[in-house]
């Protein structure tokens, strides 16, 4: 493909749609309430109408066979027939009832696994290869090319996962035969690209995220030989490698792939991409695809310095060779900002999510394409859109008070202190925090928040939950209670809408996994704390029993991680603000007499930069927000703090950094890999190994509990050591959470008596 003039392209469109009719379809064909046809013909109407909404904007380059009924990787996964054998699956296309099957699992058949996208919130269906050779099964690609061609009469851009990110991302290869599978799956992509030249499709894009990972010497070699062979296979067909989320990590040798253009990220990756290019320049032959407008963020850019960016560029790629486009695909943003009535008039006009960011990528290429008095206006009316915002009062630079980020006394001294306070038992028993949400809760806020019920009545509802689950725990005899979270409708969002700094859309979604989206709160300003938060309902649960109740509250770089944040400053300076905010929220539980606080930072792990070279300074940081919320409290004042994840040893370290008096952490998918990291390190503080997995509905026995402790303790001190379930009890039923918990409360009890005997007999 030849051009002559600047491009734009999209990378991929958002499938949920602007009012996420899409989940609504996909949700209501799950509980049978549409036909398999009326699906089918309801997902091809919102197909289109994606495509259309590309075509009216204007873009060059309109990505088909984006769209997914559930997720890209699985699609991927069943165009080449890697179906795990328990489906019963033997060849030919995979039915759509197979299909959904393994996205969510069937009576008998659990799904396959989910895990996150890189470092996104989406989270995709991890593609099992076991011992399948590939097959292409169905050519998903050709099979949009071909719909968008004969419907809307495009040339669309097809999209894929490349090969060597979908072997990278499966489960199922051992690490030597990595490169003979590739060589299999490289088959069954050169029929499919074979396909899509045959049927006329000029250009491709292959997504090849993988490539910003820290790869060896040895992978880079493996993924040009991959590519030497794709493309000497198909002559005929322009191959675009597209990157994503960082810069590349070997650039030399990625950009003189024999392909046709590389995409990079020039908003992740800015710094190191632009570094390396003019280091080592750019191939003339070669159309660079330049993603600089953020497809993970949903401010307005500066479109004026944009501008100036690629002028410069062209001094190492000429214009011709540019194409415009998101830094990632358009997945990770809201829809679209028409149908936000409510948002701040100030905030609304910084704002773009992906239908406006298409504006921007249109109005650039046209500034480049020419840049007249009149283009160059419309620059400065752009940026004239979000100054107001920057010029706020909301973002006045703000002298931040230096906090302390070290307690008075160190854990050793704190313990003691603690002990002598608190005198709890051996292995005290206690949970993650919140109780399960029923329906009649959720109805009752879902009508407070629309007007149809006073808060005196809402309150009344949540107070009745607390009391009813204060009573439940003291029967259970836990030792350390909780309020139950009743009043949270999500972690995050509940703290966003009582701090400053912080504003909610009305339909600002994104797809999380599958049918299911989240709304991130969107911080636009200055964060401070205005008043207490927590207070009520905790002092409320406080004044029910003489057992302590643990205060919860969210920790700053979890607040941070979910929300879209602003960009004017750095992330560690907005972590910092919402640490001093949740501090303050600390202190006044502590003067209030709630004196165990467990601050929660279950998205700790998951802000970790994709190059190792940059996990130490988000850590830094990271630990520091956390410590900041925390340290300003009296020695006898138990920190508590929570995770959930199960690669652990990756960041132990920062784990003991935290200095938390008491950590709980969900471990019971994994037990047996984190008491082994226990055993190559020492942990010296409290600890909680959740000792059930709360995901499932079943209910453990105590035995199971028990030898789940008694392993723990095989590597940890019994003096240190506490015992909870793994997580929050939010999405549970209430009657086996209480089978649960008493089961739990016993197997700590039959621990703490042999331990007794132990000591005895010694
Ligand atoms: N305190 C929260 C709860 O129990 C923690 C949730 C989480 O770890 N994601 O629900
Ligand atoms: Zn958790």
Redesign the pocket.
């Known amino acids: 493909m030849t051009l002559n003039v600047i491009k734009t392209s999209n990378l991929g469109y958002p499938r949920i749609g602007e009012k996420r009719e899409w989940k609504k379809t996909l949700e209501a064909y799950w509980a049978s309430t549409i036909s398999e046809k009326t699906f089918y013909k309801q997902m091809k109407k919102y197909r289109l109408h994606y495509l259309q909404t590309q075509i009216d904007k204007k873009v060059d380059l309109i990505p088909v066979g984006d769209f997914s009924f559930y997720d890209h990787v699985l699609d991927t996964a069943t165009m080449f027939g890697f179906v795990p054998d328990r489906f019963s699956y033997s060849d030919g296309p995979v039915s759509l009832s197979t299909y959904f099957s393994m996205a969510r699992g069937s009576k008998d058949t659990p799904a396959c696994e989910m895990t996150k996208w890189f470092d996104t919130n989406y989270h995709f269906i991890v593609p099992e290869l076991e011992e399948r050779k590939p097959a292409l099964v169905w050519n998903k690609p050709l099979e949009a090319f071909l719909e968008a061609k004969h419907e809307l009469n495009i040339i669309g851009k097809p999209v894929i996962i490349g090969p060597f990110t979908f072997l990278k991302l499966s489960k199922g290869y051992e690490e030597q035969k990595f490169e003979s599978q590739l060589k299999n799956l490289a088959q069954v992509y050169i029929q499919l690209l074979l396909e899509l030249a045959d049927a006329g499709a000029p250009i491709v894009q292959i997504d090849e995220p993988y490539l910003v990972m820290d790869l060896s010497t040895e992978e880079m070699t493996l993924f040009s030989n991959l590519y030497n062979e794709i493309t000497k296979q198909v002559p005929h067909l322009d191959i675009i490698i597209q990157t994503y989320f960082e810069a590349v990590s070997h650039y030399k040798e990625v950009v003189n792939l024999p392909v046709k253009g590389i995409g990079l990220d020039f908003v992740s990756g800015l710094n190191e991409n632009v570094t390396a290019i003019k280091k080592y320049g750019f191939p003339k032959d070669k159309l660079l695809g330049i993603g600089i407008i953020d497809g993970r963020n949903i401010w307005k850019s500066n479109l004026e310095e944009n501008h100036r960016f690629l002028t410069e560029l062209a001094a190492y790629v000429p214009i011709e060779n540019q194409i415009l486009q998101p830094s990632t695909s358009l997945l990770h943003v809201p829809v679209s900002l028409e149908h936000e009535t409510e948002l701040e008039p100030i905030i609304k006009k910084a704002l773009a999510f992906c239908k406006e960011k298409l504006d921007e990528l249109c109005l650039l290429r046209d500034v480049t394409v020419d840049c007249n008095d009149q283009n160059k206006q419309s620059l400065l009316k752009y940026k004239q859109s979000f100054e107001a915002l920057e010029k706020s009062e909301w973002r006045v630079k703000q002298e931040r008070p230096l906090l302390p980020t070290t307690r008075p006394l160190s854990f050793s001294d704190r313990y003691h202190l603690q002990q002598q306070k608190w005198d709890l038992p051996l292995l005290p028993t206690t949970t ?3 109780f399960p949400q029923t329906k009649e809760i959720r109805q009752t806020r879902f009508k407070w928040r629309k007007g149809e019920l006073s808060n005196e009545a809402y309150e009344s509802h949540i107070y009745s939950a607390i009391e009813k689950w204060i009573h439940i725990q003291e029967e259970l005899a836990l030792d350390v209670l909780v309020h139950g ?1 009743f009043e949270r409708n999500d ?1 995050v969002e509940f703290f966003g809408e009582k701090l400053a700094g912080f504003t909610f859309s009305k339909n600002g979604w994104v797809q999380s996994y599958g049918s299911r989206c989240v709304k991130p709160p969107i911080i636009f300003g200055n964060v401070s704390f205005i008043e207490p938060m927590t207070l009520k309902e905790t002092a409320y649960a406080q004044s029910l029993t003489n057992k302590p109740v643990k205060g ?1 509250v969210t920790g700053p770089v979890t607040i941070l991680n979910w929300s879209f944040v602003r960009n004017d400053i750095s992330n560690q300076e907005v972590a910092f603000q919402i640490a001093e905010a949740i501090l303050k929220e600390v202190q006044v539980l502590e003067a209030n007499g709630i004196t165990m606080i ?1 601050v ?1 930072e ?1 998205a700790l792990r998951e802000g970790l930069p994709l190059k190792e070279e940059k996990h130490q300074n988000y850590l830094t940081w990271a630990i520091e927000a956390f410590r900041m919320s925390t340290s300003a409290v009296k020695d006898t004042t138990q920190v508590h703090t ?3 994840y199960s690669d652990f040893n990756e960041i132990i370290n920062a784990i003991k950094a935290l200095d938390a008096d008491v950590i709980s952490i969900e471990t019971s998918r994994s037990h047996a890999e984190l008491i082994q990291a226990f055993e190559t390190t020492v942990y010296d503080k409290g600890i909680g190994l959740g000792v059930y997995d709360i995901h499932s509905p079943r209910v453990p026995k105590n035995e199971e509990m028990l030898s789940i402790i008694e392993r723990a303790l095989s590597v940890l001190p019994a003096n240190l050591f506490w015992v909870n379930p793994d ?4 999405t549970r039923g209430e009657t086996e959470t209480v089978a649960a918990l008493k089961n739990m409360v016993t197997a700590a009890k039959v621990a703490r008596t042999k331990i007794a005997e132990k000591q005895l007999s010694n």
């Open positions: 993650i925090g919140s979270e972690m919860m467990q929660d279950p929570h995770m959930c997580c929050g009890l939010k």
